[in-house]
């Protein structure tokens, strides 16, 4: 069984634009999808009168937008990616971020090489409600825009991790490069600690940017769906 954490309502229904909807919506829908690290089901979320995700899905695989492996290296801002990954969540403001294990295993060696960040809007979690930041980091409103989510990683960089740095106004934007990216998922993963608190899931997401760091690359997208799913290191045999 695979519990959804996120669907996003403006995404879906881009995607499943003239579909109709049934009186169950994507609740009462299942689909099996594969990836290289196995296959997994689309669950069954808390919400109504939805158009289908598993029929959205079906279309954009058949597009010639369908999602390639969150871990290839040609994956560019704007196109589609599907991931497994062990990734923790956390509400901050109007906003929900997922960030990824920094550490590498067998089952993701990717880690720390490759750092997955998902953001989206807190309005698109389905059932449970993660651990609320508001008293910890800077508000944001919600955004699918890389430049909103940048300017977010500045202001927690000025309020939690600068480290000898100008602190920057709230309400002024200013020029980031990819030093700034970095020691702002640093302070991320000091924040959420995804080492302890990070869940497998799996899911689909727009890619909205590519970012070089020391040692590996910062790969930032907005989700379609987020579930949670099994440790590909459980052997029920």
Known sequence: MHELVYVSDAKLYQLAKGLPRGSGGSRDLEAEFKTPLGGFKIGRPARKREPSLAAAIRILNQSSRAPAWFA???VRPGEWIQFESPLAHRVAGDAVIFLDDDEPSDEYPTGGRLRLLLHGSRRHLVGERPTD?????????????????????????????????????????????????????????????????????????RVTAVIPIDGGVVLAATPLYVEYIESPGIDHS
């Open 72 to 74: 290839e290296t040609t």
């Open 133 to 205: 930041l508001d008293d910890d980091i800077p508000n944001l409103l919600p955004s699918s825009s890389w430049v909103t989510f940048g300017e977010y990683l500045l202001r927690t960089i000025d309020e939690f991790g600068n480290k000898g740095r100008k602190t920057a106004d709230k309400n002024t934007w200013r020029p980031y490069g990819s030093d700034d990216v970095e020691h702002g998922i640093h302070v991320l993963t000091e924040i959420m600690r995804p080492r302890y608190a990070a869940a497998w899931m799996a899911g689909y997401a």
